[in-house]
């Protein structure tokens, strides 16, 4: 118990100089080189995380989801970029809602010219997406991302999510990959940039647990940021000033006495030994974690292959479902053209004796017409030949009356007949007649005149 509180105290006085990163489910020989943080963390000692060398960069959550945005977002940003420390921001992307209107809450609260790290788009969950949706989204978002901060995002996930979720889709983006165990990692046909192996770790500053992250081999801090800057705050630089004023004054001091170099040698290998205990407690604390880790994997693993078992089983009674689903629709669709088949051609039959029985009324009427037109033809012909032998009989007729008068005639001339006497002594009374009546007419209308003639001439006198 003894030497486990010495292990602890040496550990801790360890890590406040930035040495040793230790997470509960990390090997503590693994450095860290950034974290990622939170509302979760609350309040941050900026002053001190400016402070640990080991930090190169430090990424902050700034949305989620649609509506979410982080309340200490901007005052990290801002307290972090004046101490000097490279800052970039990720959204939390989840499933089931609009990419474009995630990608507006992102965009609404993350300005490019406050960024120094590539965008990151966190993606962990796919309740209610399935995996091919979950790629295109996450296509969309990255696409989306890269056109209005003109670069590539880098994409933040677990390992297995990738392997059995994202599959390839995303090789050529950088990846930030999380896996809490003591071995890095490995991504089918890809490499990552980043490795996320601790979320409980300890760093001077945040009093609570914390994500921690290293570079992959071959990587850098310039791998991850939009543009070439390394400069740091003037805190910062002040901060190095007065390291190296300290330094410099260190150095300028007088030789310490015999009697101070030997308290002082005493002192080192006192602090040597106590190294060497605390490094063999921590070996054997390393072994311990190793197999607790290995142990967990163990356990992780059975549970991942009974989930996908599970999943495989589910997926096969689905599939079964979807099988006989799917001959039931079939045979009712069959049924059901057979039905419609038949009632067409039901139908068709119909149609054809109608059509036969309009047809035979068709021909019966077209022969009760021709015999009509016959009828009409002959009854023609009757009276044609009626009229032909009336006009016949007229013509006789008129012949034998025209010879008869043309006989009276010739008798007449030869001898007037006593009527013709009496019609010519008739006219000539008439005209005598009306002779007298014409002469009387001028006779008083002469004697009218004179009347008139005489009157006047009274008159005058």
Same mark, same amino acid.
């Given at each position: 118990m003894r030497n486990f509180v010495i292990f602890t105290l040496l550990l801790c006085l360890l890590m406040g100089t930035g040495l040793v990163a230790v997470a509960d489910d990390a090997t503590p020989d693994i450095a860290y080189d950034g974290l990622d943080i939170s509302d979760y963390q609350k309040d941050v000692d900026w002053e001190a995380i400016a402070r640990n060398k080991r930090i190169k960069y430090v990424y902050i959550k700034a949305t989620e989801g649609v509506?979410?945005?982080?309340?200490?977002?901007?005052?990290?940003?801002?307290? !972090? &970029?004046k101490h000097g420390i490279k800052v970039g921001s990720y959204h939390f992307m989840r499933t089931g809602s609009s990419v474009h209107d995630q990608f507006e809450n992102f965009k609404s609260v993350v300005k490019k010219s406050e960024q120094d790290l590539l965008p990151l788009i966190d993606i962990e969950v796919h309740?209610?997406?399935?995996?091919?949706?979950?790629?295109?989204?996450l296509k969309v978002f990255a696409d989306l991302i890269e056109k209005h901060y003109g670069c590539k995002p880098m994409v933040y996930t677990g390992a297995y999510f990738y392997n059995n979720i994202l599959g390839r889709?995303?090789?050529?983006?950088?990846?930030?990959?999380? &896996?809490? !165990?003591?071995?890095?990692p490995v991504i089918n046909g890809a490499s990552w940039t980043l490795?996320?192996?601790?979320?409980?770790?300890?760093?001077?500053?945040?009093?609570?647990?914390v994500d921690l992250s290293c570079f992959n081999k071959g990587t850098s801090l310039h791998s991850i940021l939009i543009k070439d800057n390394h400069s740091r705050s003037s805190r910062h630089h002040e901060a190095t000033e007065k390291k190296e004023k300290t330094e410099k004054e260190a150095k300028a001091a007088p030789k310490p006495s015999k009697h101070q170099e030997k308290e002082d040698k005493k002192k080192v290998e006192k602090e040597r030994k106590a190294k060497e205990r605390a490094e063999k407690l921590r070996k054997e604390e390393e072994e311990k974690q190793r197999k607790q880790a290995a142990e967990q994997e163990k356990k992780r693993k059975h549970a991942a292959e009974q989930e996908k078992a599970k999943?495989?089983?589910e997926q096969r009674a689905a599939e079964e479902k979807a &099988?006989?689903?799917?001959?039931?629709?079939?045979?009712?669709?069959?049924?059901?053209?057979?039905?419609?088949?038949?009632?067409?051609?039901?139908?068709?039959?119909?149609?054809?004796?109608?059509?036969?029985e309009a047809e035979r009324r068709a021909a019966e009427a077209q022969?009760?017409?021709?015999?009509?037109?016959?009828?009409?033809?002959?009854?023609?012909v009757r009276k044609a030949e009626a009229e032909k032998a009336a006009a016949e009989a007229e013509k006789a007729a008129a012949e034998k009356k025209q010879k008869e008068l043309e006989e009276r005639a010739k008798k007449q001339q030869a001898q007037p007949s006593k009527q013709q006497q009496r019609r010519q002594s008739q006219r000539a009374r008439q005209q005598q007649q009306r002779q007298n009546q014409r002469q009387q007419s001028q006779q008083q209308k002469n004697n009218s005149n004179t009347e008139r003639t005489n009157k006047s001439s009274a008159d005058n006198d």
């Open positions: 509506t979410y945005k982080s309340k200490r977002y901007r005052s990290y940003l801002e307290q !972090a &970029r309740n209610g997406w399935t995996n091919q949706q979950i790629r295109d989204s889709a995303f090789n050529d983006y950088p990846l930030f990959i999380a &896996r809490y !165990a003591n071995t890095p490795w996320q192996f601790s979320e409980k770790g300890r760093v001077e500053g945040i009093s609570t647990p999943r495989e089983k &099988r006989r689903e799917a001959e039931k629709r079939a045979a009712e669709e069959k049924a059901k053209l057979e039905k419609e088949q038949h009632e067409a051609e039901k139908r068709a039959a119909e149609a054809e004796k109608k059509a036969l022969k009760r017409a021709q015999e009509e037109e016959r009828l009409k033809a002959e009854e023609e």
